[in-house]
């Protein structure tokens, strides 16, 4: 099974500054462990642009044209308390979200039964007109209405177990009965959003859990509510928001995951892609703040995407 690779060296060049959990050695941590003999059949490629008619499938033009243009020629500008550019920022934000594209565009072209974009600024907490928790674009969103739009698959779903509710790519999707999004994550916890209540149209499924839980607690939400919910939605074209903060050893939040529960959900997910939508599957970086574990936890996701 091929796995193809996105990445730039802009992503790793982005740099919030000193001290900020979302850094660049994050990437570095990805990449690091995925140019191993064991990963050696990986296809890597480079991430392009976001083109701007991608971009306003998610955000509206004013707002993107808005946040490139606050991108400062040095230093730091600070969008909120979370979420800084540097003089890189635009650049990764574009590379970020144009991963997710020529991701798409690859894996319906068989170039690739797969594909991880290992990419930052992270992107599930960018709402439509703002950009917010680290996230400037919204890079899943994005590529999911960039698969509609550009190849005929109208039914997206996103699948998401970063420690953080993804509520840029939830209010995206609510509306549309044909997109599809689900989270396990931490609650209540930063963004605020992601209680079981919330279901969109009956196209949003969340399953929190309570701080200090782990690999039981998150199984069962994954078989109880996501798994059940997205084999019944049968989508052209599944989506992982793959954020490793999770992870027991992750500072910035309380669940007690290791890399063998990524490792399981990442399957799980890719047997339902194979039966409702011929395998294809687009994963995205999203959180992971412990270098090592960020590390050991993208290589136990990727080695299930090469080996299905």
Known sequence: ??????????????????????????????????????????????????????????????????????????????????????????????????????AVDAVVAGEGQNAFCAVRPPGHHAEAARAMGFCLFNNVAVGALHAREQHGLARAAVIDFDVHHGNGTQATFAHDAELFYASTHQFPYYPGTGSADEQGVGNVVNAPLAPNTGSVEFRQAMNDRILPALRDFAPDFTFISAGFDAHAADPLAQLNLVEEDFAWATREIMDIAEASSKGRVVSTLEGGYDLGALGSSAAAHVRVLMSG
């Open 1 to 102: 099974m091929t796995t193809l690779i996105f990445t730039h060296p802009a992503c790793v060049e982005h740099d919030p500054g000193a001290f900020h959990p979302e850094c660049p050695a994050r990437l570095k941590a990805v990449l690091d462990a995925l140019k191993t003999e064991e990963f050696k059949d990986l296809q890597w490629r480079d991430a392009p642009r976001a083109e701007t008619d991608q971009l306003t499938r998610v955000h509206p033009r004013d707002h993107v044209d808005r946040v490139l243009s606050l991108v400062p020629k040095e230093g730091h500008y600070s969008l909120d308390p979370d979420t800084v550019l540097s003089p890189s920022s635009g650049e990764a934000a574009l590379r970020a979200a144009g991963a997710l594209c020529a």
